[in-house]
């Protein structure tokens, strides 16, 4: 079965019930997605390889490492999770392809958590679980009864795949099918409730 891997967009990790959450970064052939990630400190990254070749998340700039951490070589399906204790910004890069502008940032501030926390009950808040998973997800909305009634689902292009009806405070799920309930192809793909939106990598 096909597999979806969903990074937030917008940074929300999950429905948080703790203060310390993990946020997934999809390692691509040649990028990372989200390429740019805010979290709480005391919170962790998570990077899995779901490319073809092989790839790493090492510290620094410009393929210089600062020694801050290095996942070595990640083979296809391979993990590497990293917390961060500290506020700051964390530039990182694959050293096998940061020539061709695989590189990424970390940034990091005490309050990421809790404005997860207050978006997740907002009406523009929008949030998955599991991830990654094989054959459906679930999208918790955090709706109010002003907000819109649908989650609208778009390829990379811009063009509308899917929607699905919302009920207020709903969890919503996702098989991976367009409008016509065919499956859709491995690529990037956007969920979008109000102002929230979740980057998703469907792979083979």
């Excluded at 400190?41 to 779901?50: E, I, K, Q, Y």
């Excluded at 990091?108 to 998955?128: F, L």
């Amino acid at each position: 079965m096909s597999r979806l891997v969903i990074a937030i967009g917008t940074l929300l990790a999950s429905v948080a019930v703790s203060s310390a959450v993990q946020v997934p970064v999809s390692i691509v052939d040649n990028a990372f997605s989200p390429d740019s990630v805010q979290i709480g400190a005391g919170d962790s990254v998570v990077w899995t390889n779901n490319g073809v070749n092989p790839h790493s998340s090492t510290s620094g700039t410009n393929g210089v490492p600062d020694g801050l951490w290095n996942s070595g070589t990640l083979s296809h399906g391979s993990k590497f999770t990293r917390g961060f204790a500290t506020d700051g910004r964390f530039s990182y890069y694959c050293q096998f392809h940061y020539m061709l502008g695989m590189t990424g940032v970390i940034t990091v501030g005490t309050s990421g958590a809790n404005e997860r926390r207050e978006a997740a009950g907002s009406r523009t808040a929008i949030a998955c679980t599991p991830n990654p998973f094989r054959s459906s997800t679930t999208l918790w909305i955090g709706a109010s009864p002003a907000g819109p009634k649908t989650v609208s689902v778009f390829d990379a292009s811009g063009k509308l795949v899917r929607t699905l009806p919302v009920a207020r405070d709903a969890a919503v799920s996702w098989d991976g099918r367009d409008n016509r309930g065919r499956e859709t192809g491995p690529g990037v793909y956007f969920c979008r409730y109000g102002s929230g939106a979740l980057a998703v990598t469907r792979l083979r």
